[in-house]
């Protein structure tokens, strides 16, 4: 069985592990939204946004390594286990819509969709910025409450998006399609509001 990759060296620490997966996230975000724009001729970026779930998947093993090898810890043990899951869930819902857009061989977008792929993406912003405060201890509350406040934007999005498939004349199978694919944009923004939670938890312990 072949060795599985590692992302970055045994030198690595927890901040370049945690700023790596924040960059990951934001790079699947972007890269789902030009697969919304432009679809379905965009269709092959579905195997790239795969490629990153699985990058996703690295650096969580990674992270969970560092714990199981007793490397010393500048967090809590439940806030690195919570903020490297919750990273990666973000990637697996991004991965699932890109999947789902194939599997469902939806024809175009629906404007709500990019309307939530763009809000996606500006949480995933937030929190590039937001991590890539941890290592210096500065603080990061502004980054964490902006995605809180485009969590509530999608929130409300989302809501319209399914309401507006309910609207007389639908096929239904269509309605079966497009309100999975908001759930799970919803989801993938929602998982970005938890990561958000966590690092303000971050904030209070060091205060």
């Known amino acids: 069985m072949p060795t599985r ?3 970055f060296s045994r ?3 927890y901040f370049d592990l945690f700023e790596a997966a924040a960059r990951n996230v934001l790079a699947a975000a972007e890269l789902l939204e030009r697969l919304l724009a432009n679809f379905p001729d965009s269709r092959e970026l579905a195997g790239e946004i795969r490629e990153l779930e699985h990058q996703g998947d690295r650096i969580t093993h990674d992270i969970i390594e560092l714990l199981n090898r007793g490397t010393a810890a500048p967090l809590d043990r439940e806030d690195i286990v919570g903020l490297a899951s919750a990273l990666d869930d973000i990637v697996d819902y991004v991965e699932e819509v890109a999947d789902y857009l194939g599997l469902y061989r939806i024809e175009a977008p629906m404007d709500q969709a990019l309307e939530l792929v763009r809000v996606l993406r500006a949480a995933a912003r ?3 910025e937001g991590i890539s405060l941890l290592r210096s201890g500065r603080d990061l509350a502004e ?3 902006e995605v809180g406040r485009l969590e509530n934007e999608g929130d409300r999005i989302a809501r319209g998006a399914v309401a507006s498939l309910f609207d007389e004349g639908i096929d239904p199978l269509f ?3 497009w309100k999975d694919l ?3 944009l919803e989801a993938a923004i929602d998982a970005t509001d938890h990561v958000a939670h ?3 938890g971050i904030v209070i312990k060091r205060a």
Do not use: C, K, N, S
Request: charged content about 35%; glycine content about 4%.
């Open 5 to 7: 990759r590692r992302v």
């Open 11 to 13: 030198g690595a620490t």
């Open 126 to 128: 937030e929190i590039v």
């Open 143 to 145: 980054h964490a409450i």
């Open 175 to 177: 309605v079966i399609r």
């Open 182 to 184: 908001f759930e799970r």
């Open 198 to 200: 966590i690092l303000e």
